[in-house]
């Protein structure tokens, strides 16, 4: 596997390995002063374009990509509707108990657009869109560890990592502005 490849492969498996680091701090029970808010609000916005980022790389890389001219043996996991479900409830639970709404006061100046007009549609927006996301690094990371171990790509192990790129890229698009407004900390005022 040439270096550039090698190299690409080891930052997607660190983003979205740290996408789901990121997204489980919600859980931990610190987000309750509002620049807390603010600032996880902001890692998940970091977390998310690196994701993006990394499907936009892969489509500018996808041509250069050997395969390996073997059998398709490529074993990732395709059922996560179960996992996805659940950090789906457990996410929509957590952020419906944040006691930062209080104070959340959002200067939204596209909401027509964005859809984003109370604190329950930034809730719906992330809980929808996030556990998607979440869902499609765990089958990723499988195709990923996948390609390193054995040194490059079958044709279905590239071609699920372009679609499940593309699907988590399409979700952390449709959250980017729900995620931009919830990292100001002028929304967060007391």
């Not at 929509?92 to 549609?121: G, I």
Request: aromatic share 12%; glycine share 4%; proline share 3%.
């Amino acid at each position: 596997m040439e270096k550039f490849l090698r190299a690409y492969l080891a930052g997607l498996d660190s983003d979205i390995i740290g996408y789901r680091s990121t997204v489980n701090r919600v859980f931990s029970r610190k987000l309750t002063v509002p620049r807390h808010c603010a600032r996880y609000f902001f890692q998940v916005l970091v977390s998310t374009s690196r994701i993006y980022g990394a499907y936009l790389t892969l489509l500018e890389l996808e041509t250069t990509i050997p395969t390996k001219p073997i059998a398709d043996r490529y074993s990732g996991t395709r059922s996560s509707a179960y996992r996805e479900s659940k950090v789906r409830k457990k996410l929509e639970k957590q952020l419906e108990s944040l006691p930062c709404w209080a104070v959340f006061h959002p200067r939204n100046e596209f909401a027509a657009e964005n859809q984003l007009w109370t604190q329950n549609d930034f809730i719906v927006n992330l809980v929808l869109h996030l556990p998607e996301i979440y869902s499609e690094t765990i089958r990723l990371e499988s195709c990923v560890r996948q390609a390193l171990d054995e040194g490059g790509f079958t044709s279905s192990c590239l071609a699920e990592l372009l679609v499940g790129l593309e699907h988590a890229a399409h979700h952390a698009s449709y959250c980017r502005h729900a995620l931009e407004i919830l990292s100001y900390e002028d929304s967060w005022r007391r």
